[in-house]
């Protein structure tokens, strides 16, 4: 009996290792090919940190070359961001503020997402879209929570950009994991 015992354990290990094998590779299979499986490393920061061409009648509108297709646009110039759907009209724009760092102008998707969180500011946030980091300070779209910026502390490194709890749910909403973010100037 204890052969058999054995034999079924062995049978069942090898089934799990299989199984877990096979869920691997079909979750490396799904990640969006921008992203390459590296959870962070789908950043392309552009060579030149030119600004993007505005229209001068109106400064609200979506940069020209902020790229095609389905993103979000974010210029740390003008702190303003746009929700851009796949044929390349704009679902909400809005105005933001950033924290104490920015992303370099560049490509980068977004690699994860927390419905509520305590900012490095030390501030209750809500809806968190991550999408790099710079210098060990993580950047991302966030909405205090009780309305406000939250920026209470100037003096600390933060890569909160922040946004009205009615933008951020926007936010939330449009950018889910691998969802393209242009920064721009």
Do not use: C
Not at 36 to 54: D, E, I, L, V, Y
Not at 77 to 93: F, N, P, S, Y
Not at 99 to 125: C, F, L
Request: no cysteine; proline share 6%; hydrophobic share 40%.
């Amino acid at each position: 009996m204890a052969r058999s015992s054995s034999g079924i354990v062995a049978g069942l290990t090898a089934a799990a290792v299989a199984a877990v094998g096979f869920l691997a590779y079909q979750a490396q299979a799904t990640v969006p090919a921008s992203l390459g499986g590296r959870p962070g490393a789908g950043a392309s920061p552009s060579a030149t940190a030119t600004k993007a061409p505005r229209d001068r009648r109106n400064p609200a509108a979506l940069p020209r070359g902020s790229g095609a297709g389905e993103r979000v646009v974010y210029s740390v110039d003008d702190d303003r961001v746009w929700l851009v759907d796949e044929r390349g009209r704009v679902q909400h724009g809005f105005g933001v503020h950033p924290g104490s760092v920015d992303p370099t102008p560049g490509k980068y998707w977004v690699t994860s997402r927390s419905n509520t969180a305590t900012g490095t500011d030390g501030i209750p946030i809500e809806h968190v879209v991550r999408f790099t980091t710079v210098s060990g300070v993580t950047i991302g779209f966030s909405a205090a929570v009780g309305g406000g910026t939250g920026l209470a502390d100037e003096t600390v490194k933060t890569g909160g950009i922040r946004e009205t709890r009615a933008d951020g749910d926007a936010m939330w909403r449009f950018a889910t994991i691998g969802v393209p973010v242009v920064v721009i100037r």
